[in-house]
């Protein structure tokens, strides 16, 4: 659980570090409802976002392939064995590695997006 609840906060805060350039753009379309200008103060804390979502997103991946050697222990997660066939598939697909590396694909694609000119 604990490498599902780093990648949902990566993801978090990628999308957080890019309110201040997708926060106006989804108050034109009537998404979020506020004011562009209500946004702006998000702009002078980008830079920290930024750095927090990569390096959480680095720390995920570093603790992907090259986890804490565990010793042999004796009790069972009885919270994972009562949960139905499709319910585990879901567990297992959000610790795997593949779900990790998009959310690391969406979190540069949010960060680098806004300096991109089109």
């Avoid at 050697?69 to 567990?91: F, P, R």
Wanted: some cysteine.
């Amino acid at each position: 659980m604990r490498t599902l609840f780093n990648s949902v906060t990566a993801v978090f805060t990628a999308l957080l570090a890019s309110t201040c350039c997708l926060g106006p753009l989804l108050s034109i379309v009537g998404l979020l409802g506020v004011s562009a200008a209500s946004l702006a103060w998000l702009i002078s804390v980008k830079p920290y976002l930024i750095s927090i979502s990569l390096l959480l997103t680095f720390y995920n991946l570093y603790q992907a392939y090259f986890p804490k050697k565990e010793t042999a222990c004796c009790t069972v997660d009885n919270d994972y064995l009562q949960l139905s066939q499709s319910e585990k598939q879901t567990v297992h697909f959000f610790q795997s590695k593949g779900f990790l590396w998009g959310v690391t694909i969406v979190t540069i694609i949010t960060i680098v997006l806004p300096y991109i000119n089109f």
